[in-house]
């Protein structure tokens, strides 16, 4: 299986599908509000993950349930339920799919197909079972189970071994050393504008407002683009810094995510003037 997905990430003949459904994608999600929606911005977190526990959930529950005798109601609620929810689960993963890599994009049209196979079988498991023909609707139930199985596998691959939609940029605490670090003279540091320094090799903005200094690690939690080359734009009242790679935007007093593709915050640095210097430390 390994072999195969490493296969499937440098297959770049998926590409032609990909980037047929990449721009269909965009062009239906275009309004940043949906986006945004769907990225999961509001939460903080990638909301694909989380929505797709409702169908894993209920298919499961009807599997164990198909099983057991005189369940034959319950199960056609939850395959009904897992089927119904799995739709805006499918639209929040695509919309996160097109923001990706390319060779995450492969992998993840592989996970969307086998996906959308079993969708496809618990459709027709919930039909059967409403014609009461209950031992077919089992029938493909399991075999709905089988291909939402392969797609999970494939999903734990995206996110786990390639870094689907995962923070980019918060493994660079682990390599910051405790106690404070020196980042120069807060007077000779110019008003709104974006600063890059480095603490222990690690890149950070700083960014001051008044005696106000914003410390954040440079690299964007999407796929890690350079935040120091960024622009500074206001939303909604607050400052913010614009991704130059894909345009996720962050507040500069918080590190919020307003804007996706990135569903993560962005992490800020506690910082303190001692003498004149300006100082930050891992929070
Ligand atoms: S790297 Fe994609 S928005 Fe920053």
Redesign the pocket.
């Known amino acids: 299986m390994r072999a195969l997905l490493t296969k499937i990430e440098q297959n770049t003949r998926l590409d032609r599908v990909g980037d047929r459904l990449q721009r269909a994608v965009q062009a239906t999600l275009r309004p940043q509000r949906v986006r945004d929606l769907l990225h999961g911005v509001w939460l903080g977190h990638p909301l694909h993950p989380a929505m797709v526990q409702v169908p894993v959930g209920a298919w499961i529950s009807a599997a164990v349930l198909d099983v057991l005798p005189g369940q034959q109601r319950a199960a056609t609620t939850l395959t009904t339920l897992g089927t119904v929810s799995a739709l805006p689960a499918a639209v929040a993963g695509l919309n996160d799919w097109a923001?990706l890599a390319p060779d995450q994009r492969r992998v993840g049209l592989v996970h969307a197909a086998s996906n959308t196979v079993a969708l496809a079988f618990y459709a027709g498991s919930v039909s059967a079972r409403l014609r009461g023909r209950h031992g077919l609707g089992r029938a493909l139930g399991m075999m709905g189970l089988g291909a939402a199985s392969m797609g999970a596998y494939i999903g734990g691959h995206l996110a786990y071994k390639q870094g689907a939609q995962v923070n980019?940029s918060i493994s660079e605490l682990h390599r910051m050393s405790g106690g404070w670090h020196p980042l120069g003279d807060l007077a000779a540091l110019p008003q709104r504008q974006l600063i890059t320094r480095e603490i222990d090799d690690v890149s950070v903005i700083l960014y001051r407002h008044g005696d106000d200094v914003t410390v954040m690690l440079e690299r964007?939690?999407?796929?890690?683009?350079p935040?120091g080359e960024g622009e500074v734009q206001v939303v909604d009242g607050h400052e913010c810094v614009v991704?130059?790679?894909?345009?996720?935007t962050f507040r500069l007093n918080g590190g919020e995510v307003v804007h996706g593709?990135?569903g993560n915050d962005q992490q800020i640095l506690p910082t303190r003037v001692r003498a004149g210097v300006l100082e930050a430390r891992l929070p």
């Open positions: 923001a980019q964007c939690p999407h796929q890690s683009g935040l991704c130059p790679w894909h345009g996720s593709p990135s």
